[in-house]
């Protein structure tokens, strides 16, 4: 007869170093002065970062101009849905007091648009997106579907509420001459959007390709239409849809819109002077209460002109030394009162 060992395996660990725990072990055995020294330290290392960042988005240059009542006339024109497919353009006069030097960044901003809602952000099709199944719209609802049926490319809310504005930025040289501004397209999206996330489904011929699907309802044109001139920049592969389509966090934001094209009078950037923007107005923003403007910006290594990052390691190196000090005190009291113990 068999022993129970034979016929039933032990279910004890191996014996070995690793299974039993026996490996060797190293504690950290930190003193006072070491966990003080590493508060203090990270404090100031994080104070020093956070200075540098908020000294970095200062010297930047920047100018804002909201252009909500600017063109009161043609928001109101925008509001009335019988007035859809009517071209209004306003003419906005502005004077750079200072040259923008190096590479300068046209932004459109709003306020007021929840672009973060989560019915809004799941209002899109990936795989349409992607140009391998445009009839799938599953998740587009109510911007699915045309009124007969047909499928809408690109379909959901995101597409169908894309900012569509003309912003033109003209420089007068004098008053006689006015010179419009080199702007470039390219290079505005991620590179991962541009080259993976979006698609066309045929690079020859996109009518073709788009065959059998609608517009979205709120668009004047199809996607294949976007831009006829260039075919790299046409269909899925838009740069300005490209760029409305990734979602902002925060009800106001700004997305980047055009990049200056460094040749002619601008090579060093925008010099000082008076200027213009031509804004062709068809995205309506006061049936909701926003307003929208345009930004012309510079940039550093850091980056924009935003202040959060450089506040939030002030803030973190601040809060650190507190706690160090605090930490440093509390050492030394208790320090004192056994040193007072044992001399009694």
Known sequence: MKRTSE?????LPDNSALKQQQLPACRLQLSAAGVLS????TGAFCLGVGIILILSAKSIKEIEIKYTNICGHCAKLREDATNFDKECTCSIPFYLSETMKGN????????GFYQNLYQYILSRSNSQLMG???KDVGNCAPFSKSHNGTPIAPCGAIANSIFNDTIILSYNLNSSIHIKVPMLRSGITWWTDKYVKFQNPSTFNLSSAFAGTAKPPYWSKPV???DLQDPGNNGFLNDDFIVWMRTAAFPTFKKLYRRLN???YFVEGLPAGNYSFNISYNFPVTRFKGEKSVV???TTWSGGSSLFLGLAYTVTGAVTWLAAFSMTAIHLMLKDRTKLFIEQ
């Open 38 to 41: 590493g508060f203090f330290a």
């Open 7 to 11: 016929i039933c395996p032990s279910r």
């Open 132 to 134: 391998t199944d445009l």
């Open 104 to 111: 300068v960044y046209l932004y459109y901003k709003l306020y």
């Open 262 to 264: 460094r040749i002619q």
């Open 224 to 226: 294949y239409e976007l």
């Open 296 to 298: 012309l910006s510079t």
